[in-house]
T-cell receptor, first 117, second 114 residues
């Protein structure tokens, strides 16, 4: 399997449930990202991991908890979500290191469509 | 801080007609610029990127974009639209030294009419 994969592709959960989203990249990259894509809004960067260390947390509520056990895998643990959290959650990866002047193109997975009831 | 503005949330063209999707950026330092495409129920796919080399950038599927510093623009064009080009297109900017972060525009939905 190549590229960036995400599971599940669709998820429906109640506000009291706990679930996890999984992302796996097969590109040999060292940086991974979670984005939220809501209808009629720009993509929102949620978290950035570089070499398994979290480097960015863009004021994301604590009901979203990321985990990066290694450079190939990224999880987003969800608990006590709200209906407004319903969105497409996209994972991306890039080479990482972020050396000044590099472009570090991000490659995206297909996303998980989350619906919170 | 950087930002991106995409003019026109919806653009319709006839099959075979020119495609022009507009993107203007704001950045205090030399930017890197990207165009991504998103087909229904899929993630984002990189079309092309500008990295301070040639100002005219050619991408996949016949698309190209021209970086114009004086106009702070990076418009996406394709000479002849195909039905398969119908999708949502996103312009994004990244600044030197923080290459891990992309700021995205709101997107433009392209409809291709038969």
């Amino acid at each position: 399997e190549t590229g960036v994969t995400q599971t599940p592709r669709h998820l429906v959960m109640g506000m009291t449930n706990k679930k996890s989203l999984k992302c796996e990249q097969h590109l040999g990259h060292n940086a991974m990202y979670w984005y939220k894509q809501s209808a009629k809004k720009p993509l929102e960067l949620m978290f950035v991991y570089n070499f398994k260390e979290q480097t960015e947390n863009n004021s994301v509520p604590s009901r979203f908890s990321p985990e990066c056990p290694n450079s190939s895998h990224l999880f987003l643990h969800l608990h006590t979500l709200q209906p407004e959290d319903s969105a497409l959650y996209l994972c991306a990866s890039s080479r990482g290191s972020g050396t000044s002047g590099t472009t570090d193109t991000q490659y995206f997975g297909p996303g998980t469509r989350l619906t919170v009831l | 801080a950087q930002s991106v503005t995409q003019l026109g949330s919806h653009v319709s063209v006839s099959e075979g007609a020119l495609v022009l999707l507009r993107c203007n950026y704001s950045s205090s330092v030399p930017p890197y610029l990207f165009w991504y495409v998103q087909y229904p129920n899929q993630g984002l796919q990189l079309l092309l990127k500008y990295t301070s080399a040639a100002t005219l950038v050619k991408g996949i599927n016949g698309f190209e974009a021209e970086f114009k510093k004086s106009e702070t623009s990076f418009h996406l064009t394709k000479p002849s639209a195909h039905m398969s080009d119908a999708a949502e297109y996103f312009c994004a900017v990244s600044v030197s030294g923080s290459a891990r972060q992309l700021t995205f525009g709101s997107g433009t939905q392209l409809t291709v009419l038969p």
